[in-house]
């Protein structure tokens, strides 16, 4: 029994998704606290149940209640819980089961110095009440995993565990998926509007604070009036990041999507991938970008260094300021043959994130959980 917020669009509820219909060793099914709209759909139609809670005022201790009484009656081998209200709502759940074995993922680097550091006195104290409330309940999990060393180690230690016992299970995504045809992309950037003389950068995330979109927009005003940026994906930082774009002169070139459902195939019509983050858990969009064949400028954390070293060259990594983001992308934007140097390389890489291959990780987990008797388990 998975055990997630919401299905909305994000990286972890995207991930969730593609590892819940790649299992193969137990049967599962998805529980959200807060509703299951939009990606509900997709996991009902591949036969995979879904259960919304729909706790009232997203209130994780009003979730605990119903969570309980739901693992209760189905009685799942293992539960599943990933982000913070569905980790500390499962583990007060579960507290006097002996049935259950519970599982949470670190799916982001939740207490990392650069989140102190961007914190406001009131964010930091709120924050500070959310890491005691973490350690307090952390010892009802069974096993802890994580998508990436980087976010294991920052959560060990923040969290007083043990490094050793977690385990790191990337990210993965369904890689055939991102594979570009030459023919969609043409037809593609042609819906879009995008010419062929034009060069787009991308950017995949929520419109955040942290994700520092901004630095995009004043790298993008150094650039040639021959290049564009993308956004895609929403969020509260949506209206100050037009404001600088049309206070910077480039309105006309800063582009906002919204959330998308077609993200494969406005990768497959980009020509760059950017990825300015501050601090990251393991990013799928960031997967995608390079199953796309994309050239990569990331901010140069342990994430993203953890996520491109597979390879040598295929991402560019850019400390924190505009106009070394701006030297960073503009030599991709007139260098097409390096451009494809590094999306080549980048793809290659993204084949240590083939979904099957992270599917197969969870399934052993589970199977090591719940003993090795050949009756099939239930998640």
Known sequence: ?????????????????????????????????????????????????????????????????????LTRRRSPDVVHSLLFKSDVASRLALAGNQRSRLVNTFVNDSYGIARWRGSSAVAAAGLARVLLLDRATARCVDVFTSNSRAVARSNAGALGLDLDAIRVIHRGRDLARYAVDPTDRRQQRAALGWPDDITVIVNVARLLARKRQVLLIEALARLSP????????DGPERTSLSRTAERLGIGSRVHFLGTRFDVDKILGAADIFAFPSAYEGFPGALVEAMASGLPIVASDIEVHREATTATKECAELVVDDPQAWAVALGRLVVDPAKRTRLGRAAQQASAHFAIDGVAAAHDRLYVELTGSSARRRSL
């Open 1 to 69: 029994m998975y055990v997630i917020d919401t299905l909305a669009v994000g990286g972890t509820e995207r991930s969730v998704v593609e590892i819940a219909k790649k299992l193969r060793a137990v049967d599962v099914c998805v529980v959200t606290l807060f509703g299951d709209e939009p990606l509900g759909p997709e996991l009902r139609c591949c036969g995979i149940p879904v259960v919304d809670l729909d706790v009232p005022r997203k209130s994780m201790w009003r979730a605990v209640r119903p969570l309980r009484a």
């Open 226 to 233: 021959s290049s564009i940026l993308v956004f895609v994906g």
